[in-house]
């Protein structure tokens, strides 16, 4: 930490030292235009060149002030260095698609969800991404299939029960890509076969339809 704070002070010098430096140019261009040394393009050329020098000046010690950089692994308590996928929620949580399971991730503390886990268990630990739909609910794609957590209720929740689950293999096949288009409706890949899910404005399922994708 007291390296990073010394080489932000040095930059930090370094840009105001640039900047009072290029002032005081443009006030010596000033008097050696008046004394009609200079010609008026030149001047003007002169003058355009300092004053982007300075605005990029400006934009560099902005964005050193406004960013940092910091590192999550296990040490840190992520369940896997294998991360498939990261995605944030409405609610400002960090979940880490891993290669052992799925991790939620406050900016403090990790809560993780596997296979084991209770009281919400995944139907597969490798897990390749998650996307949350329009009504606070985590789509959760792994090798073992589709998953969705209501993330309020901390709980899984079966939305094909009425569709006629064993109809559908992504619920238990691997699933390796999920999309949430502009409509709010899922795209899912799985097994050579892209999926259409469409919901209705109450969050239920209307519509499944599905293309079979060729072996390339």
């Keep these: 930490i007291r390296t990073h704070m010394v080489d932000k002070l ?23 235009h008046r004394f009609h040394m200079l010609n008026m393009r030149s001047y003007f050329t002169l ?30 308590g992520l369940r896997h260095n294998y991360v498939d996928n990261i995605f944030q929620d409405h609610r400002g ?29 995944l139907k597969g630990n490798f897990v390749h991404e998650a996307c949350e739909d329009d009504f606070g609910r985590l789509w ?27 109809n559908y293999p992504f619920l238990r096949q691997p699933v390796l890509n999920i999309l949430k288009d502009s409509k709010g409706n899922f795209w899912l890949f799985s097994v050579n076969t892209l999926y259409n899910i469409v919901l209705n404005g109450k969050g239920k399922i209307e519509t499944i339809s599905k293309l079979l994708v060729g072996n390339h």
């Design 93 to 121: 949580f960090i979940w880490f698609s891993t290669g052992n399971g799925l991790s939620r991730y406050d900016g403090y503390e990790f809560v993780h969800y596997t296979m084991d886990s209770f009281p919400v268990k």
């Design 10 to 32: 040095r930059f930090c010098l370094k840009t105001r030292f640039r900047l009072l430096f290029n002032y005081f140019f443009i006030l010596i261009l000033r008097k050696i």
């Design 140 to 166: 959760i794609v792994s090798d073992g299939g589709l998953d969705v957590l209501s993330i309020s209720e901390q709980k899984l929740v079966n939305l094909f029960q009425d569709k006629g689950a064993e």
């Design 47 to 76: 003058i355009l060149m300092l004053l982007l020098s300075s605005l990029l000046c400006l934009a560099q010690n902005f964005t050193s002030d406004n960013y940092t950089m910091d590192y999550v692994t296990m040490d840190n």
